[in-house]
């Protein structure tokens, strides 16, 4: 069974840093693409970042040069390293599973239960 | 502001058919393919349309997506009320290279 779980959400500051953990069961991290969506509270979705099966990286203009998305193929592992921290990024952080390997998709078969990350000044 | 522009609410008796609309341009909608999503209150969104217009096993065939040019349009026939919920469309933005999702529609069920 396919499982997603996510850790590393808290209150953090204006500025500050968090990093974010998603635990994958069932399937390797490396198989398919992987995304990050946030979910701003009382607000719609929003895509964050994608890291395909070959490593390539892409990102939201919103956190381009503040956000890195990476992977651990050891221990079967999403992160996403947040720093320069705004209040803007205050919002529950999904882990999802791409649903093929292609690329430019965002097609998410299977999802995480979110961690919240509050950012405060 | 998402480039994907959805109703914010449609509505319906049950037993009825909603339809829900997603607008986009050549960059996202026009050349890239759309998956809907269902979010139920207080829960992870749930994959319901892949590929412009396939559905994953276990999605009831209630459920339908097309597509025309730039915009794409989710369908839902036999409304239950466990299908109120909010629903978002989603494509691959080129200009930005990025993913986007739709402003999001909530489905009331009368």
């Known amino acids: 069974e396919v499982q997603l779980v996510e850790s590393g959400g808290g209150s953090v500051q204006s500025g500050g840093s968090r990093r974010l953990s998603c635990a994958a069961s069932g399937f390797t991290v490396n198989s398919n693409y992987m995304s990050w969506v946030r979910q701003a509270p009382g607000t719609g979705l929003e895509w964050v970042s994608i890291i395909y099966s070959g490593g390539s990286t892409y990102y939201a203009p919103s956190v381009k040069g503040r956000f890195t998305i990476s992977r651990d193929n050891s221990k079967n592992t999403l992160s996403l390293q947040m720093d320069s921290l705004r209040g803007e990024d205050t919002a529950v952080y999904y882990c999802a599973r791409g649903r093929t390997s292609g690329y430019f998709r965002t097609e998410f078969e299977s999802w995480g239960q979110g961690t919240l990350v509050t950012v405060s000044s | 502001q998402s480039v994907l522009t959805q109703p914010p609410s449609v509505s319906a008796a049950p037993g009825q058919k909603v339809t829900i609309s997603c607008s986009g341009g050549?960059?996202?909608?026009?050349?890239?393919?759309v998956s809907w999503y269902q979010q139920l209150p207080g829960t992870a969104p749930k994959l319901l349309i892949f590929?412009?217009?396939k559905r994953p096993s276990g999605i009831p065939d209630r459920f339908s997506g097309s597509k025309s040019g730039t915009s794409a349009t989710l369908g839902i026939t036999g409304l239950q009320t466990g299908d109120e919920a909010d629903y978002y469309c989603a494509s691959w933005e080129n200009s930005l290279g990025a993913g986007v999702f739709g402003t999001g529609t909530k489905v009331s069920v009368l």
């Open positions: 590929e412009d217009n």
């Open positions: 050549s960059a996202n909608i026009g050349n890239n393919y």
